[in-house]
Nanobody
């Protein structure tokens, strides 16, 4: 079984930064791509960023480009979402996800493994 655990969420003022680690355990060899999603109350879960364990550049949602950075630590089976210049619209529950897909998955249904989520609240 694969387990994903996010952390690093919290309350931050607009313009601030947060770093969200996601640690994977279990059968991590079954995960080819790691992704981040977020969900605000009353809204659909939306894609934020994704990265492949094997390499290549991360892919970001338009809302994240230039502000968020996704990196990997293969030895620790951990990915990190660095979020800078946070704005109130970034508020939501952030979920780490994994998939064996080797394409460029950006939608919720393309991911098989999910963490419990971590709350990010950005105040103005």
């Amino acid at each position: 079984q694969v387990q994903l655990v996010e952390s690093g969420g919290g309350l931050v003022q607009a313009g601030g930064s947060l770093r969200l680690p996601c640690a994977a355990s279990g059968r991590t060899s079954s995960i080819y791509t790691m992704g981040w999603f977020r969900q605000a109350p009353g809204k659909e879960r939306e894609f934020v960023a994704r990265i492949r364990w094997s390499g290549g550049s991360p892919v970001y949602a338009d809302s994240a480009k230039g502000r968020f950075t996704l990196s990997r630590d293969n030895a620790r089976s951990t990915v990190y979402l660095q979020m800078n210049s946070l704005q109130p619209e970034d508020t939501g529950v952030y979920y780490c996800a994994g998939t064996p897909r080797i394409g460029v998955p950006k939608t919720v249904h393309e991911y098989d493994y999910w963490g419990p989520g971590t709350q990010v609240t950005v105040s103005s």
